[in-house]
């Protein structure tokens, strides 16, 4: 069994949670993959969960970032299509990304049976009380249709990700999708599109971030092969080990000093020819949405 949430460590929700699983099924052993996602953050949770899921054991998943917990949206368990693993939590988008990595969906179902819940007080803790109860029960060999009504799983709530833009010259808009704990910024470019754009590990890129304002900031920056290629305050793009470009400083917060966080909209772009421009250049811009 493998679990994430928003619930964080200081109240006693995770460890509930945990005691209700355990108590149905006493040999299960959980992997806790973060409790810190950014509450009500279904995207961040959503990331986390497809950037974690190829290297979770085979079996249960439990995903639990809920803000609509209460209403009418559903809690669901899916089998997966080519995995041994079934992934289970609401029908929010948080799901989506996962399942699509490990294949589809071959069978949805909405947790609808009482048998497999608790007697709720109220309903404002299904993660308690529906999800985690479903999840065990599954691992503890409960089949999935037991649950509740299968769903087609083209009715199942999709998830927002983000699209970096390519104007054709060079030039690739973006954003953060995540900021990591050494505050270094994963964007939604893949290495492969900067390779496109003339581009290789060594070159000179131009990064332009621009903050919550419309203000943009541009800095000259290096594509680089780890961290402990960069040069003293020098800013680097890397590829990660999840395979996407993101940005980095050695040894310090590329998002604290760039004042980055998910969702700030970054460009890419190779050096231009001419006079290289100055470290830091503020650009007046007016207000812009990042595309989802």
């Known amino acids: 069994m493998s679990f994430l949430s928003d619930y964080g460590r200081a109240d006693e929700f995770v460890g509930v949670c945990h005691a209700v699983m355990l108590d149905i099924a006493p040999d299960l052993r959980i992997v806790d993959i973060?409790?810190?996602?950014?509450?009500?953050?279904?995207?961040?949770?959503?990331?986390?969960?497809?950037?974690?899921?190829?290297?979770l054991p085979e079996g249960?998943?439990?995903?639990?970032?809920?803000?609509?917990?209460?209403?009418?949206?559903?809690?669901?368990?899916?089998?997966?299509?080519?995995?041994?693993?079934?992934?289970?939590?609401?029908d929010n988008g948080l799901l989506a990304p996962a399942v699509a990595m490990l294949g589809g969906p071959r069978r949805v179902v909405e947790i609808s049976a009482v048998e497999y819940q608790l007697h709720s007080p109220g309903p404002t803790f299904a993660g308690r009380d529906v999800m985690a109860p479903a999840a065990a029960h599954l691992a503890a060999g409960v089949p999935i249709d037991a649950l509740g009504p299968e769903i087609d799983p083209v009715l199942l709530t999709p998830a927002l990700v983000p699209l970096p833009d390519e104007d054709g010259e060079g030039r690739i808009r973006g954003e953060v999708l995540w900021v990591d704990h050494y505050g270094n910024c994963q964007l939604n470019i893949a290495?492969?599109?900067?390779?496109?754009?003339?581009?290789?590990?060594?070159?000179?890129?131009?990064?332009?971030?621009?903050?919550?304002?419309?203000?943009?900031?541009?800095?000259?920056?290096?594509?680089?092969?780890?961290?402990?290629?960069?040069?003293?305050?020098?800013?680097?793009?890397?590829?990660?080990?999840?395979?996407?470009?993101?940005?980095?400083?050695?040894?310090?917060?590329?998002?604290?000093?760039?004042?980055?966080r998910a969702s700030t909209v970054v460009a890419v772009a190779t050096e231009r020819s001419g006079p290289a421009p100055p470290e830091s250049v503020p650009i007046g811009l007016g207000r812009r949405e990042a595309r989802a």
């Open 191 to 260: 290495p492969e599109q900067l390779e496109a754009a003339g581009a290789r590990v060594g070159s000179a890129l131009e990064v332009t971030v621009t903050d919550a304002a419309g203000v943009a900031n541009a800095r000259r920056a290096r594509w680089v092969r780890t961290f402990a290629d960069a040069k003293p305050s020098e800013l680097v793009v890397f590829v990660d080990s999840y395979g996407m470009c993101a940005l980095a400083l050695d040894r310090r917060s590329a998002a604290a000093e760039l004042g980055m």
């Open 60 to 90: 249960v998943v439990l995903a639990v970032v809920d803000p609509g917990v209460g209403t009418d949206r559903r809690c669901i368990a899916v089998e997966v299509a080519d995995a041994n693993a079934a992934i289970v939590g609401p």
């Open 34 to 55: 973060t409790h810190e996602i950014p509450p009500f953050d279904v995207r961040a949770g959503a990331l986390a969960l497809t950037r974690a899921i190829q290297y």
